[in-house]
């Protein structure tokens, strides 16, 4: 399970358990099923959001639409948005002390660019003393956004068949 920093605690007071039963795991308190989660909750007790505008019934709410409605300022998505951001820099920042990366790249389909998500999570981060010494480490969102896991796992079955000796008996050595 070693680099598996989606259920790194970041939060001892976490209180909904991720699907294995951490609580306070990033993924307990930040992933996107999570975020739908509180948003469906906060709206289903009342909460006014441009979400009810754009998806009609709470149900049919996805994390793009949460996404989207921050990035048109919305403030019941900026504020989970944020609160993710925080518990999702504090996992980054714990990563940077223990590797001192030259990049990180962060990847998935809750982070675009522009998004509001990934400026909150740059922001917070670069915020933290002593943590990027001269802003040297980059923070950038993965190139292959939602298809970067399949590209990978894709990519590491034709390293394998190209490597292998099987390849040489159909094209000789
Ligand atoms: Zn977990």
Redesign the pocket.
Known sequence: MAGEI??MTVDPDGRA??????QG????LASANAIVAKARKKMNRGASSLIREMVGEVENMTIDTVLQAADKGDKLAQQLLGEAAKYISIAIVNCIRMFNPGTIIIGGSMVTPSNFLFSTIRQLVNEQPYVVPNKKIKIVPAKLGKDSCAIGAVSLVLKQLFESSLIEKFVGK
Not at 25 to 28: A, F, G, P, V
Request: proline share 8%.
């Open positions: 989606g259920h358990p991720c699907i294995y039963g951490h795991c990033l993924e307990s």
